[in-house]
């Protein structure tokens, strides 16, 4: 089983709609979540970080589920603006190392 | 002006050269990372590097070597590039805690 797993997508959403996509986890010990934004040949930039009792900025709510070891997020109103890959990642020990998933690519529509 | 700068930013080489990717930072952050990104996958870490007296590899270091020449400089070499180390290239930072920030990324291209 892969570390992470994320779907690639894309996901093709008219502006205005909400959008939620998941990602997995195989170490249970982990303990640091993000989510990272991607735009197409750009460096990843921090979305926000996921807390274990979820976090809402602005249109964007991430979700932590241990029990199933995934993690989610949720925008809502979507704008042409939203449209890039979103990067599920973790931290795997105490030094910081993070684990990347390969990301879910969001096209949002006119 | 960008916190972390990476050099060059696109790089065409041919088989067995050298090749070295550089990175400065003006974050004054101590940690330092070097990933690669392909089409597909996650990053992968290459090298990290938490203090100019320590360097460690990442989960992809083999026909990769670096130099943290100051805290704020962190440079990745190839010794003799192959084509299957075509990549997008991302020098990080990070200031202890496991947020990281990321330079523009040098796209390498080997023939």
């Known amino acids: 089983r892969k570390e992470v797993e994320q779907d690639p997508g894309p996901f093709n959403v008219p502006e205005g709609a909400t959008v939620a996509f998941n990602c997995t986890y195989s170490n249970s010990a982990s303990q640091s979540f993000f989510w990272y934004r991607q735009d197409c040949r750009k460096e990843p930039k921090l979305l926000m970080s996921?807390?274990?009792?979820?976090n809402e900025d602005g249109r964007f709510t991430a979700q932590l589920n241990r029990a199933s070891q995934y993690i989610s997020l949720l925008i809502r109103d979507s704008k042409l603006s939203d449209s890039a890959t979103y990067l599920c990642?973790?931290?795997?020990?105490?030094?910081?190392?993070?684990?990347w998933g390969a990301g879910t690519k969001l096209i949002i529509k006119p | 002006d960008a916190d972390v700068t990476q050099t060059p930013r696109n790089r065409i080489t041919k088989t067995g050269k050298r090749i070295m990717l550089e990175c400065s930072q003006t974050?004054?952050?101590?940690?330092m990372y070097w990933y690669r990104q392909d089409p597909g996958l996650g990053l992968r870490l290459i090298y990290y590097s938490f203090d100019v007296k320590d360097i460690n590899k990442g989960e992809i270091s083999d026909g990769y070597s670096v130099s943290r020449q100051a805290q704020a400089k962190f440079s990745l070499s190839l010794e003799s590039a192959i084509p299957n180390q075509t990549a997008l290239y991302f020098c990080a930072t990070s200031d202890g805690t496991a947020k990281q920030f990321f330079g523009p990324g040098t796209r390498l291209t080997v023939l």
């Open positions: 974050k004054g952050h101590d940690r």
């Open positions: 996921v807390y274990s009792s979820g």
């Open positions: 990642v973790f931290e795997e020990d105490s030094n910081y190392q993070l684990i």
